[in-house]
């Protein structure tokens, strides 16, 4: 069955730490893997995504991940974090079988980043 | 700049009540998906649509049902609510059908507390 397993649950950070969240995938067909964001009171927002090609990718608020397809892995990563950080992170996997699209979620990772 | 609409963002509902969730979304796409998030768990599919008059179980289809009458509206039903309902409900759209899978544009959530 395809699942999404995000390894952290609470992270918390000073500001200008390195952030890196861990996502493994269990998933047989083509990748299309996502990070979303959800700052308090607020809705998802796409953060990132892959679909093919260079296994690094770039998003925004310069958060960027890395595909790595020999450990099912697609890790998000930021070099120097923001109080404006503090949210929740979901990491998502697309899966597609019998016609139908569907994405499936991680349980979540709450950032919080202290000043 | 509103994408994906949901009608109430809090509803306090009685055990046993038949409860309506709306969505709607203007972005003229084929797929609509209910999700709901609850804390540790991240968000699970509770039913999807691909087309007007069109439903699939997600993951957790128990105890709801859904209905899509025009493309722009995706409605959620309880049937008969119970404590256990009580959650945090997203409502999402995509365009894509094919297996790329564009990746979600999410409603702001109804947070629906069954008493």
């Known amino acids: 069955a395809q699942s999404v397993s995000q390894h952290n649950h609470h992270v918390i950070l000073s500001e200008a730490a390195s952030l890196e969240l861990g996502c493994n995938y269990s998933?047989?067909?083509?990748?299309?893997l996502f990070w979303y964001v959800q700052y308090p009171g607020q809705h998802l927002q796409l953060l990132l995504k892959?679909?093919?090609?260079?296994?690094l990718v770039k998003g925004i608020k310069g958060f960027e991940a890395e595909f790595i397809k020999s450990k099912f892995s697609f890790n998000l990563r930021k070099p120097s974090v923001q109080w404006s950080d503090t949210a929740e992170y979901f990491c998502?996997?697309?899966?597609?079988?019998?016609?139908?699209?569907?994405?499936?979620f991680g349980a979540g990772t709450r950032l919080a980043v202290h000043p | 700049d509103v994408k994906v609409t949901q009608s109430s963002r809090y509803l306090v509902k009685r055990t046993g009540e038949k409860v309506f969730l709306e969505c709607v979304q203007d972005?003229?796409?084929?797929?609509m998906f209910w999700y709901r998030q609850d804390p540790g768990l991240g968000l699970r599919l509770i039913y999807f649509?691909?087309?007007?008059?069109?439903?699939e179980k997600g993951d957790i289809p128990e105890g709801y049902s859904v209905s899509r009458e025009k493309k722009e509206r995706f409605s959620l039903i309880l049937e008969s609510a119970s404590t256990n309902q009580t959650s945090m409900y997203l409502c999402?759209?995509?365009?894509?059908?094919?297996?790329?899978?564009?990746?979600?544009?999410f409603g702001s959530g109804t947070r629906l507390t069954v008493v």
């Open positions: 999402a759209s995509s365009p894509s059908r094919g297996p790329r899978g564009y990746g979600y544009t």
């Open positions: 998502a996997v697309n899966a597609f079988s019998g016609g139908y699209n569907k994405l499936i």
């Open positions: 998933y047989g067909g083509t990748v299309n």
């Open positions: 649509s691909y087309d007007v008059k069109m439903k």
């Open positions: 972005m003229d796409h084929e797929n």
């Open positions: 892959y679909f093919s090609g260079d296994p």
